[in-house]
């Protein structure tokens, strides 16, 4: 009788002991607070009667504060945006005219538990294309340029951090025909815009990755694109982190589907080199890679 109370209690025992060994430990955040009395401030740099929406450096200070907050998330409204402990940053918008942006602010509590709030803020920014640039692109009015089909490197592809096509640079001639055929005509006005207009004889390449983007199907190729209308460029100071070493830091935004004489679904395409007879571009593509490419003056 003794012995079975004893191997009862031993079972007992062991199964007390799995059933605790089973247990999952628990882990807690503490008191899940929504942060509270959230403010927003926004200030335009250089804002005064004469110039209601600045004075041309794009500068805009975005001050939030609030009670039970970690952390704050202020997003530009231009697809930039930065995470502030301190709930105070500074930006300069890049593209130029005026613009309107609408700021928002997201204050981090803890558990991930945010409260929002936004501003609409009216920034002008002023930018001056550089002289060279103007008469290099046009030749002082209007000049034509093709692919530099015998380069090497006229169409390439690397990194989005880096400046050269590490994963692939074209050899000579190597591309479909319908992207040595393009004639892209870059002229100027009397208060040097820059325009740009594209002959590409109906069709246009496209990365596989981008024909969706521009209302295709299919891989690597030639497709038929009605790029025809002329465009005018907006000009701005290059945001991709380049040096005066391996660029001018200037970029171009083409509006409308961004194309020019491939398409990679990018329309900012930064000057890394330009001279009266090449240029050398690059831009990120939707794939998330960025793309070279390099035109010459057509004979």
């Known amino acids: 009788m003794i012995t079975n109370i004893r191997s009862a209690i031993m079972i007992s025992l ?15 955040f503490g008191d899940l607070i929504t ?34 907050v970690i952390n704050y998330k202020i997003d530009f409204g231009d697809g930039h945006f930065v995470m502030a402990p301190s709930g105070t940053a500074t930006y300069s918008y890049p593209s130029p005219g005026t613009n309107d942006y609408t700021v928002t602010v997201s204050a981090v509590g803890t558990g991930g538990i945010t409260s929002t709030l936004s501003e609409k803020v009216t920034v002008l920014t002023s930018f001056e294309i550089p002289e060279f640039i103007i008469q290099d692109l046009t030749n002082g009015s209007s000049q034509v340029w093709i692919t530099d089909r015998e380069a090497d490197g006229h169409v390439g592809v690397g990194p989005a951090d880096g400046f ?3 994963y692939y640079s074209a050899t000579p001639n190597q591309r479909d025909e319908c992207l040595y055929d ?14 740009m207009t594209i002959n590409n004889k109906g069709q246009s390449f496209l ?12 891989g690597d190729g030639c497709y038929d694109i009605d790029n ?20 001018t830091q200037i970029q171009f935004l083409v509006p409308g589907n961004g194309l020019i004489n491939f398409g990679t679904g990018g329309n900012t395409y930064e000057i890394l080199s330009i001279s009266p007879t090449n240029i050398h571009l690059r831009n990120i593509g939707i794939d998330g890679n960025a793309w070279y490419q390099k035109l010459t003056v057509k004979p």
């Open 207 to 218: 990365i596989a990755a981008s024909t969706a983007f521009y209302g295709k199907s299919g």
């Open 182 to 195: 393009d004639e892209i005509t870059f002229s100027k006005d009397a208060n040097n815009n820059i325009f």
């Open 35 to 68: 942060p509270s009395n959230l403010t927003l401030a926004t200030v335009v740099e250089g804002v005064d009667a004469g110039n209601p929406d600045g004075n041309g450096t794009g500068n805009v200070t975005v001050t939030a504060t609030a009670k039970n």
């Open 14 to 28: 062991v199964a007390l002991f799995a059933f605790s060994s089973c247990v999952k430990e628990k882990y807690t």
């Open 228 to 247: 025809s209308e002329t465009k005018k460029l907006a000009f701005m100071n290059a945001t991709s982190g380049s040096t005066p070493d391996i660029s």
């Open 164 to 166: 050269t096509p590490s």
